[in-house]
């Protein structure tokens, strides 16, 4: 832990606001939707694509990328917002989850938390929370995808400060995640490993530390074939 604060010490000299961004705070238009899966992405700015056009944020390329490949899916609502931590999910985009109710939800939220320093056993709790809650929404609770936090100790704003022990911070929350969708019977996108990859400046926006649609198409496609075979197995 000790480590791990250095590492957020050093990234807080960049501006708390760089991964917050609640200044900047962006939606996107809930829409009814014939499709046959109704789909809710519940997350934070890495959800709602912050600084990236709507159509370069990964669960609309994903979507994009899955209807053309004969899956019946809309995204009906991305109530995402920049900076939120797990409490912001549960308490604001979980009753959208439950007016709205869909067929499919994807879950990619903890980045803030971890910046934050929230220690991991919190970020379990707050997580089963969380996730006890969604289930108890979904027609089908198992229709979920959970992702893991990508490693943004790996981005170009971050270079130039101590980042040892910032992986493993992370690595740490992600291993919640994983071990929370083993015991739920939930699939995981594992987008870490390629996120440690994106060290060049084309992979993000001008901050450096969010990505560009050009990043979040490199974690689209880790996260693509895990729902195509998820949905595609749930129609069978």
Do not use: C
Request: no cysteine; hydrophobic share 40%; charged share 25%.
């Amino acid at each position: 832990m000790i480590l791990a604060a250095v590492v957020v010490l050093g990234l807080l000299a960049l501006g708390w606001y760089i991964i917050s961004g609640k200044e900047s705070k962006t939606t996107t238009i809930e829409t009814t939707s014939e499709a046959k899966i109704k789909y809710i992405a519940i997350g934070d700015s890495y959800t709602i694509g912050n600084g990236v056009p709507e159509s370069g944020r990964w669960p609309n390329v994903l979507v994009k990328n899955l209807r053309e490949n004969g899956v019946d899916i809309e995204l009906i609502s991305n109530p995402a917002v920049s900076g939120y931590r797990v409490r912001d999910a549960i308490e604001t985009e979980l009753p959208i989850v439950q007016r709205l109710r869909p067929d499919f939800v994807t879950v990619l939220i903890g980045a803030n938390d971890n910046f934050g320093q929230i220690p991991a056993n919190i970020y379990r709790q707050e997580l089963i929370e969380l996730l006890d809650k969604l289930q108890s929404m979904l027609t089908n609770p198992k229709n979920i995808v959970l992702i893991t936090i990508p490693d943004y100790s790996k981005s170009p704003a971050a270079a130039g400060y101590k980042t040892s022990g910032a992986s493993e911070s992370i690595e740490e929350y992600n291993k919640v995640v994983k071990d929370e969708a083993e015991k739920r019977d939930l699939k995981v996108a594992d987008i870490f490993p390629v996120s440690q990859t994106m060290t060049g400046r084309e992979d993000y926006i001008s901050d450096g530390l969010h990505p560009s649609a050009e990043g979040y198409a490199k974690w689209e496609k880790v996260i693509y074939p895990v729902v195509r075979d998820f949905l595609n197995t749930e129609a069978e």
